[in-house]
């Protein structure tokens, strides 16, 4: 295991959160028209945490000796609520998993802080995966299952 793929794989992170950013800011101007504005805050409030997972990423990605990416991860666009947000549960569990190899990866490095703060991370990313669960299950009126 070398740094330099420690590096590649920070910057897969990096891209999914920049990535994350951007559907996350499409969504809440599209639910607005949809759901009004309790669920627009939803989204908006999940940008706020990326920021900050955008901001240790980057840091850490320096202070190894990387180049931080700018690019965001793309994603594909939904048509209405469910949509967005079944899309939104599979691409936080997915992060979640990429999160814990990639601090397998920085345990390997003796990177124990590193290692500590993605599997917090993970752990984030897991709780806005039951969020979105809940939202899909319990919380989501009849009529944003329609097609919009």
């Known amino acids: 295991m070398s ?17 994350t950013i951007a559907r996350c800011m499409v969504q809440a101007n599209e639910v607005r028209y949809i759901a009004g504005d309790e669920l627009r805050h939803t989204f908006l409030q999940e940008v706020e945490d990326r920021l900050e ?27 209405n609520v469910p949509a967005m947000l079944e899309q939104d549960l599979s691409l936080e569990l997915e992060q979640v998993e990429r999160y ?8 390997e490095l003796g990177q124990t802080e590193l290692e500590m703060r993605l599997e917090a991370i993970a752990g984030n990313e897991a709780k806005h ?14 009529r944003l299952h329609q097609e919009c």
């Open 53 to 79: 997972h955008i901001t240790y990423l980057t840091d850490v990605i320096i202070d190894l000796g990387g180049k931080p990416t700018t690019l965001a991860e793309s994603f594909e666009t939904k048509d």
């Open 3 to 19: 740094k330099e793929r420690l590096i590649r794989s920070l910057n897969e992170d990096l891209a999914a959160e920049w990535g």
């Open 100 to 107: 814990r190899q990639h601090a397998r990866l920085a345990a």
């Open 129 to 142: 995966a039951d969020a979105l669960r809940r939202l899909l299950k319990e919380q989501m009126p009849s």
